[in-house]
């Protein structure tokens, strides 16, 4: 099915200079571009983002991590794409993921592992695209490939 994905650049990847070799690696794929926000993360979206994560080891440093730097933020576009950008971003752990994947090939640990994409869990990409996104700054148009 079409369907819209929440994807970000996580601060190691905006500071490493990684957007434009993210963007164009969804772009080729096909996917279409249909938000994007250059921003900073404070502590309530931190918190809202990742509030599953809450009460685990790694929270506060997940918090300080995400929030230490500009992210990148979009939404993309296409067939079963909540799918197939987490098959391109690999593992979470870069160490598992395999090369050619985003964190396969630029990935450095489990906390500086360079992208986030949504989950497949039903309304995980829409509960994150509206928590990060107005809908008019989500835009309509074709796609030519
Ligand atoms: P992400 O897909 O953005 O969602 C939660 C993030 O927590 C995950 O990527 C990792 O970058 C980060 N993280 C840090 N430590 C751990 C850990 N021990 N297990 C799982 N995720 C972790």
Known sequence: DQERTFVMVKPDGVQRGLIGEI?????????????????RIDEELAHEHYGEHEGKPFFE??????TSGP????VWEGQDAVAQVRTMMGETD????????????FG???GRNVIHGSDTEAGSAEREIELFFDDDELLD???VD
Not at 23 to 39: A, P, Y
Request: hydrophobic share 45%; aromatic share 12%; net charge negative.
């Open 23 to 39: 963007v164009s690696r969804f772009e080729e794929r096909g996917l279409k571009l249909v938000g994007g926000k250059f921003m």
């Open 108 to 110: 450095l640990d489990l």
């Open 141 to 143: 148009y074709e796609r």
């Open 94 to 105: 870069p160490a598992e993921s395999a090369p050619g994947t985003i964190r396969g090939d």
């Open 71 to 74: 992210v990148f933020a979009m």
């Open 61 to 66: 440093g997940l918090v300080e991590f995400i």
